[in-house]
């Protein structure tokens, strides 16, 4: 059964620092890997995805990497800005049940992120 | 596209009531994802359907919990009778199929459901 671990909980940082989330996982036969944001009382929104076969993708200053076979991936934010706080999830797509070939996420808890001006 | 769209985006109930979630998936796609957000739980897949048809309800909690999906831009999700412990966010996801897996998924607002 998949798990994914999301470490630290929660991390506080002034304006401008450059900042790593965590993300781990338990099955490394996953489809691929995505990182979203929410901001409180709102619903996810898609940050990046990064399919089994590739190693990382970037977004301007999001950069995601996923290493398979040590189960782990990560979320660079570069020169972080107050805006960027919200909580961020990250999500493996693992294989679904039911007589479907298609993925189903599992879900990380999440760190909240908080950057101070 | 005006995205997943949920409603009601607020529902308070009592114990015991029925109550029925909706959703409206992006025009399109041919998958539908409901979840449920606790703090303890964090989120957890409940049910998802593939072109109309429910593949995989392993997250369903229990009996009380059932959900349909009679057309490809409509879903809804009952739970009934209901009961504090139900008490999260329910959270209704789209996507499409690409390469023979699905996509990125785009996640409605949510329903914050409170049941007293």
């Known amino acids: 059964k998949q798990e994914v671990t999301q470490i630290p909980a929660a991390l506080s940082v002034p304006e401008g620092e450059n900042l790593v989330l965590n993300c781990s996982f338990t099955d490394s036969a996953i489809y691929n890997l995505q990182w979203f944001r929410q901001d409180p009382g709102k619903g996810l929104t898609s940050l990046l995805l990064?399919?089994?076969?590739?190693r990382e993708q970037t977004s301007g200053r999001l950069n995601a990497s996923l290493d398979k076979s040590s189960g782990r991936s990560t979320l660079y934010i570069a020169a972080s800005q107050p805006g960027d706080s919200a909580t961020y999830l990250c999500a493996a797509l693992s294989p679904g049940g039911g007589s479907s070939n298609t993925g189903k996420l599992i879900f990380g808890q999440g760190t909240t992120l908080q950057v101070k001006p | 596209d005006a995205g997943v769209i949920q409603s009601p985006r607020h529902e308070v109930t009592e114990m015991g009531q029925e109550v029925t979630l909706r959703c409206k998936p992006i025009s399109g796609h041919d998958y539908l994802f409901w979840y449920r957000q606790t703090m303890m739980r964090g989120l957890e897949l409940l049910i998802y359907f593939n072109n109309n048809v429910p593949i995989d309800d392993s997250g369903m909690p229990e009996d009380r919990f059932s959900a349909k999906m009679p057309n490809a831009s409509f879903s809804t999700l009952k739970i009934q009778p209901s009961e504090p412990r139900d008490s999260a966010v329910y959270f209704c996801a789209s996507s499409r199929t690409s390469g023979g897996v699905t996509d990125t998924q785009y996640f409605g607002p949510g329903t914050r459901l409170t049941v007293l």
């Open positions: 990064i399919q089994s076969s590739q």
